[in-house]
């Protein structure tokens, strides 16, 4: 990642301009090295290749409210799956989402949000030509004693995946054949993590 934020924008919002990953679910912009488990879950491999990340610009904007509203859209060029090839004159993926949280009493807190990745592919690596639309919702619940996670506590998390995808497929052993590809998948995980005290989880 290399990116440049603003720091001083008023009415709570900030812009982002760089290369850097999306704001997009609830791991994605996350550093590998901060998740709980080895790697990325399944439906995280399959629909964003782990991590969506690419060249572009990011505008958010946070609610001035005791409930946590966060609200972003941002513009990518679209070199990296899902959308590849750098379509629509190098602006070949779009995103929006919105994140809301709180507290609830002293030792539990919540997130939830929902995102939209729009993104356009040319000849991708997976031999799809078209458009794919996908929707991610997230929800993590945190318990912990005081609200102070790092000495210990509960949390849950969950992300829900739906791509709907119109286009084509071109087999690459043999490119002369094509067919439609217009449907969708869809994929889900949850895990828990229990954190006995600092260095043990």
């Known amino acids: 990642e290399a990116y440049i934020d603003t720091t001083?924008?008023?009415?709570?919002?900030?812009?982002?301009?760089?290369?850097?990953?999306?704001?997009?679910?609830?791991?994605?912009?996350?550093?590998?090295?901060?998740?709980?488990?080895?790697?990325?879950?399944?439906?995280?491999?399959?629909?964003?290749?782990?991590?969506?990340g690419d060249d572009g610009v990011q505008i958010k904007w946070v609610a001035p409210t005791d409930l946590y509203i966060e609200l972003g859209v941002e513009l990518f060029a679209g070199t990296n799956f899902p959308a590849q090839g750098r379509a629509n004159n190098g602006i070949g993926a779009q995103t929006v989402f919105a994140h809301f949280g709180g507290d609830v009493g002293i030792n539990n807190s919540w997130l939830a949000g929902v995102s939209l990745l729009n993104a356009d592919s040319i000849d991708g690596e997976d031999g799809f030509t078209g458009n794919s639309k996908?929707?991610?919702?997230?929800?993590?619940?945190?318990?912990?004693p005081q609200g102070n996670f790092?000495?210990?506590?509960?949390?849950?998390?969950?992300?829900?995946?739906?791509?709907?995808?119109n286009g084509k497929y071109t087999?690459?052993?043999?490119?002369?054949?094509?067919?439609?590809?217009?449907?969708?998948?869809?994929?889900?995980?949850?895990?828990?993590?229990?954190?006995?005290?600092?260095?043990?989880?």
């Open 8 to 52: 001083k924008l008023p009415y709570g919002f900030t812009l982002r301009a760089g290369r850097f990953y999306s704001d997009i679910g609830y791991l994605n912009s996350r550093h590998a090295h901060t998740d709980y488990f080895f790697d990325r879950p399944d439906a995280y491999q399959s629909f964003l290749a782990n991590q969506y």
């Open 134 to 144: 996908l929707y991610i919702a997230d929800a993590t619940w945190k318990w912990a």
């Open 150 to 165: 790092k000495d210990g506590g509960f949390l849950l998390q969950a992300e829900y995946i739906f791509d709907d995808r």
């Open 171 to 201: 087999n690459a052993d043999t490119p002369i054949i094509s067919e439609p590809w217009n449907g969708n998948t869809s994929g889900a995980y949850i895990q828990g993590v229990y954190r006995f005290n600092k260095q043990w989880e």
